[in-house]
């Protein structure tokens, strides 16, 4: 599809993807798990970028949850090695993402992430704060109850210095203190793989968010795949409480 076509189509500002069958793909193929998820983050790089062409302004990408600790650690390790590949990457690109105006967020706890991984995160945060075409939200170490914990926590705080007072805190509060604060809810929120579930997916931004399952493995995902879950969000009449 292209911008032509999207014309009349009401396209979701923000778009959040849970790449999901990763192993499943590579399990089908009698490759290890790793070989999957190699596999799917080409696939995330083909979307970043068509996403960013038709006009979508953020993208928000489940990589790695807070539940993901649990599998073996040589999957585990496989999946980190793919996060510093695709940061030396995008530094090596960093002139041509600029260029397209790709903004890179993190969102997630990163105090659990190796040294080097935080510090390649933080550099490519701020060379690329100042780009507005395209955020790309990246949910690493991330878990949608656990990010509500951390604004409580923050909200808390400033209670007991005196900033705020108890009954003074409302839904703002809370937005703004996300990892996501500042950017608009997720529009869509699409999960391949024949799961129906959000797995602790931005569960205080999703209130409103329009869902689109498909059967489709994270690793066979396309830009066509892509264009039908706008098509058929486009037909949905979101009338958020009202008539």
Request: aromatic content about 10%.
């Amino acid at each position: 599809m292209t911008k032509n076509e999207l014309a009349n189509i009401s396209l979701p500002r923000h778009i959040g993807i849970i790449m999901d069958g990763n192993g499943r793909w590579a399990k089908q193929r009698g490759l290890e798990r790793s070989e999957g998820h190699k596999k799917g983050a080409e696939v995330f790089r083909v979307i970043t970028e068509y996403a960013r062409d038709i006009g979508i302004e953020y993208l928000t990408f489940y990589a790695f949850s807070t539940e993901n600790w649990r599998r073996p650690a040589a999957e585990v390790s496989a999946i980190m090695n793919l996060f510093r590949d695709y940061l030396f990457e995008a530094q090596e690109r960093e002139e041509e993402n600029k260029a397209k105006g790709m903004r890179i967020r993190y969102i997630g706890e990163r105090s659990a992430l190796p040294e080097d991984i935080v510090k390649l995160i933080n550099e490519l945060e701020k060379n690329s704060a100042d780009k507005n075409a395209i955020t790309i939200n990246l949910a690493v170490n991330y878990g949608g109850r656990d990010e509500i914990l951390h604004a409580v926590r923050t909200i808390a705080k400033k209670v007991e210095a005196g900033e705020i007072k108890a009954e003074d805190i409302d839904l703002n509060h809370i937005d703004g203190n996300l990892f996501t604060a500042g950017q608009p809810d997720p529009d869509l929120i699409i999960r391949p793989s024949g799961e129906y579930r959000l797995s602790n997916f931005l569960i205080w931004q999703a209130a409103y968010s329009e869902f689109w399952f498909s059967d489709i493995l994270w690793p066979d995902f396309t830009s066509d795949d892509l264009d039908k879950a706008i098509i058929d969000y486009a037909k949905r009449n979101r009338r958020f409480g009202g008539v």
